[in-house]
């Protein structure tokens, strides 16, 4: 018992021996705290009165700097002001003088005026005295003359537009027969070599085709039970079929050569099958039709083969097989492209030129016409515009607008090409017109020259090619027959339209005659 007692006061003195040292630290830290806290206020009081004392010499100096900045500033300003003041005297000072030297001016203006009006007062008085002399002199001329001085004057007149008709017709005449005579041997020689060597055979389309059938009693297989079967070829060809008392013939009649074809092709298979009715047309009618579609691109790509144009677009070369089954005036236009083509070739290689580029722009300058029947416009402006869409040069597009004088060439090639299209439209036996329209243009020819004054009677021979005119020889002199020429011709190339070109050649007679008694 008495070593537990001992244990227990030895830990509770132990426990009290604590307590007191962790007071004791406690009490020893917050002296310290407290004299670290106190020497903190002191430098922090210290730093403020520092902060204070830089901060009212910092204003001070910035107050100094003002002030002087003040006085710089009011002098420089009095200093202009002092400057713009003695400007301004200067220039009050010149403005001044030059008042002065303007009276001075306006005071001899002042005086030359008054000189100025006596002068022409003296000269009013000598120009009254000089119309009074020409007065007399003219009525003295025009009594010696015995003509009025109007008269006199259109007397003159007339003369000098005589003798300027005659010197303007002798220097026209003689440009002519110069130019005439070096440019006529090379353009032959260029033409004719262009032409012989270009051979094309050319196919006269018509509006009728004929098929041929195996025997008469096809006919009513044709027509159908109440003509139905007739009546179905004709709705899906658009083509009419005419069936008379031709032996063994069925004639398809139609302005358009590709339906005619289509329905060509589609009669001949159906007769060879022998199976016609309205279900079997209409397939046999589609399949021709794709046919005649394969048939169009073979022709187009035969026709570049043929002239040796490569690289056309695939939609140009279908429109120039869909050429085939297109006519003017008679004459094929695939067939007119490709000689056009030729033509061109030879023209270019004769003067120069690029032979290919020419080959194509004659090959595509009608490509138009492959569907001016489904376009509003010329075949000019269709065709420039599809060569514009298939991305053909500026070269071959202003050939094609040029080939019938819309616009300008701007070329050689399309001048080229003008050249070409009207040697194949214009040769002999290129293309055919009917006897009425021919006849209208030689009536319309010989009525263009009759309403000149002078022409005694005209002609219009050698298929309306050349336009021969008889003068009256009083009327017309030798001097004016150049120019009465030349405007006949104008005249006919403004009114008409006709392939190639027109001769006018003028007449002019003077017959003597007198009898022997």
Known sequence: MTTSVVIIIAAAVAVVFCVIGFVAGVVYRKKIAESKTGVAEEKAKTLLEEARRNAEARAKEMLLEAKEESIKTKSEAEKDAKERRNELQRLEKRLVQKEEQLDKKLEKTAEKEDQLREKNDQLDEKQAELNSHLARQNQELERIAGMT?????????????????????????????????????????????????????????????????????????????????????????????????????????????????????????????????????????????????????????????????????????????????????GQNVLKHSIEVAYLCGLLAGELGADVALAKRAGLLHDI?????????????????????????SDLI?????????????????????????????????????????????????????????????????????????????????????ILLARDIAKRIESELEYPGQIKVSLIRETRAIEYAK
């Open 368 to 392: 138009g016409k492959a569907i001016d029947h489904d376009v509003e416009g010329s075949h000019v402006s269709i065709g420039a515009g599809l060569c514009k869409k298939y991305k053909e």
């Open 149 to 329: 001085a109007e008269e006199a004057k259109a007397a003159l007149l007339a003369a000098i537009e005589q003798e300027a008709k005659f010197e303007s017709a002798k220097l026209i005449r003689d440009i002519e027969q110069k130019a005439k005579v070096e440019a006529d041997k090379k353009a032959r020689d260029v033409l004719a070599s262009a032409v012989q060597r270009c051979a094309v055979d050319h196919v006269a389309e018509t509006t009728v085709s004929v098929v041929n059938l195996p025997s008469d009693e096809m006919k009513g297989r044709i027509i159908g039970r109440e003509g139905r079967n007739i009546r179905a070829l004709e709705s899906l060809t658009g083509i009419d079929l005419i069936i008379d008392d031709t032996p063994e013939a069925v004639i398809l009649s139609g302005f358009d050569p590709m339906r005619r074809e289509i329905a060509r092709l589609s009669l001949e298979k159906l007769v060879v099958d022998g199976r016609i009715h309205p279900t079997r047309i209409e397939e046999v009618v589609e399949k021709s039709r794709k046919e005649v579609e394969i048939q169009i691109k073979e022709e187009g790509e035969a026709a570049t083969f043929e002239t040796g144009v490569h690289g056309i677009h695939p939609e140009l070369t279908r429109l120039l097989g869909k050429m085939k089954f297109r006519t003017s005036y």
């Open 397 to 481: 597009i202003n050939a094609v607008e040029a080939h019938h004088g819309d616009v300008e060439p701007t070329n050689i090639i399309s001048v080229i090409t003008q050249i070409a299209d009207s040697i194949s439209g214009s040769r002999p036996g290129a293309r055919r017109e009917t006897l009425e329209a021919y006849m209208k243009r030689l009536q319309a020819l010989e009525a263009i020259a009759d309403e000149f004054d002078g022409v005694e009677k005209s002609f219009a021979i050698q298929a309306g090619r050349e336009l021969r005119i008889v003068i009256i020889p009083d009327i017309v002199d030798d001097a004016s027959l």
